[in-house]
């Protein structure tokens, strides 16, 4: 006999279309720990996306092919989390979209960079395209460093920003990118041809964290807990339950470039994809998983493909006969539950859904395993799951959080 598992009933909601749940950043004090947390707003985006599968593919094969770009913007993903951050003396404040997934911060996208006293000029142009395909992003214009300011008591002086004069980021009110990935992506993207430390490199090396550590707490949408924190210096132990527990960067390339782990995952006792390299990224919006652990993963659910959404759907009986998904990363068992493997009902709209589908998150990589980049747990995996970026120690972390087990969707 199967339990009947219940779906929370659904809320209505009287504006969908764009829902803007902007909180102001605001940063706790630095501890005695040497770390200071950042509050995130997040914004829920429906405009102009239609295929967030699709755009989150390409954004997952231009990443494994390393097709020459930089980084690939995360502006495509449905969700997208925000800080305000301060330029120059006395700052001006720019909402910049924060992504693990690009390492440059740039502004300009929006609102116009105003020079002051701690402007300098460095005579070099920036230029990033955020992928190859049509619908991708890009920015250019000039490098200057600047101070950066996250809160009072979190500076960051003579950090490199570019400048946009040029950009096609749409829209959301959004200045540019706060890009806190692994420094190796602003390669390419400055005319001097130098990489250019990062906002976390910088905090670093001017002693205002003691280690080169970013913790990341999304909560999922429709908790009552709105939006997500970025802890610098090291995680935010209030919002983890139980330990983080770490595993090396992978070895295997294309994945080690990025925050790259190996895992593996069953569905129940099923396994549908073995041991092997993907990454962890901010950026993406679904999980993604190899072409043939998907297949593997469609007919155990018996899910159907939907042309509209690009994702599987499941009816309300299957989704009551769903297993758990276990994610076994560095010897530990992280399971996204049910519940965690289906889109937000609230937010079907959004993805070009109807009201009362029921569409799964794990989505379509679009190439058989054994490249070297088989997976890539995005967002609905990071808001079941605080994740800890160690660039000192090589390393990520994960750690349930009282969302883990939620059934919020
Ligand atoms: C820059 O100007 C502001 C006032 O606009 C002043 O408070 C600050 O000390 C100046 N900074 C430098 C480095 O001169
Ligand atoms: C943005 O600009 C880049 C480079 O010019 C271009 O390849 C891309 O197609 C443009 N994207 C959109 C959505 O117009
Ligand atoms: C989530 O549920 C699993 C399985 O019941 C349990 O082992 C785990 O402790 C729960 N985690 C939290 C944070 O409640």
Known sequence: MVASRSLPSLLILPVLAFLS?????????????????????????????????????????????DS????????????????EVGVGSPPAYYTLLVDTGSSNTWIGANKPYG???????????????????????SASGEEYLDTVTFSPDLVIEKQSIGVATSTNMSGDGLDGILGVGPVDLTQRTI????????VVDNLYAQKRIDSEVLGVFFSPVFTGDIGGEL???GYDASKIIGDINYV??????????????????NYGATSILKKTAGIVDTGTTFILIATDAFNKYQSETGATLDAT??????????????????????????????????????????????????YLVVSDLGSNSGSGFDFVNGYCFLERFYSVFDTTNSRVGFAETAYTNTTSN
């Open 231 to 233: 802890t610098f210096g």
């Open 309 to 358: 959404t690009g994702l599987l759907k499941v009816s309300l009986e299957q989704y009551n006969e769903l297993s758990s998904l276990y994610f076994e990363i560095g010897g530990v068992t992280y399971e996204l539950t049910p519940n965690a493997q289906i889109w937000p009902r609230l937010l079907n709209s959004a993805i070009g859904g109807t009201p009362d589908g029921i």
């Open 248 to 265: 090396p960067i992978t070895s295997t390339s294309p994945a080690s470039r990025y925050w790259g782990v190996d895992q593996s995952i």
């Open 191 to 198: 005319s001097n041809g130098k990489e250019v430390p990062t």
């Open 68 to 83: 020459g770009s930089s980084s690939i913007s995360a502006t495509n993903a449905v969700v997208i989390y925000t800080a």
């Open 21 to 65: 749940l902007s909180a102001r950043a605001s940063l706790r004090p630095l501890t005695s720990s040497g770390t200071a947390t950042l509050q995130l707003g997040v914004k829920i985006s429906s405009a102009g996306i239609k295929n967030v599968a699709a755009a989150d593919r390409a954004r997952a094969q231009a990443l494994l092919q």
């Open 115 to 137: 020079k002051t006293n701690t402007s300098q000029d460095t005579g070099n142009s920036f230029y990033i395209a955020y992928g190859s395909s049509s619908d991708s992003t």
